[in-house]
């Protein structure tokens, strides 16, 4: 993972343990126009969160190392303002808690998604967060 990045394209990383939902994840943004990286190691996050710097991020809450809930600490320490998205397994009540927590953290929310996502509706927020972003 090279650190140089075009800063006139939006840059989307995919945090998600399971390599499908991250790579899936990944395909679409670059699909919406994007440069985007799936992480499936929480490990390697803040050396990509340094380096690369990305604009838009998502973030799974049910990983092994570092679940969402910790990364969020992790992208406060970066410096990371969002917007975040969370796409999780899990229930609304939950995805919501995470999303209240980020932003407590100064962390800007776009939203949270059930997975499997809408791909549709998943690309159209991507478009429609290139505009606002």
Known sequence: MGSVRDRSV???LAIDDDPDAA????????????????????????????????????????MPDEDGFQLLTVLQQAGFKG??????????????AACDLAEVRGIS?????????????????LNTLQLVC
């Open 10 to 12: 939006k840059c989307l």
């Open 23 to 62: 790579h899936l994840i990944a395909q679409i943004a670059n699909k919406s126009g994007y440069e985007a990286r799936a992480l499936t190691d929480t490990r390697g996050v803040r050396q990509v969160l340094n380096e690369w710097q990305p604009d838009v991020l998502t973030l799974d809450l049910c």
């Open 83 to 96: 917007p975040l998205i969370v796409i999780s397994g899990k229930d609304g009540w939950l995805r919501q």
């Open 109 to 125: 929310v776009a939203t949270h998604l059930q997975k499997p996502i809408d791909v549709q509706g998943f690309r159209d927020l």
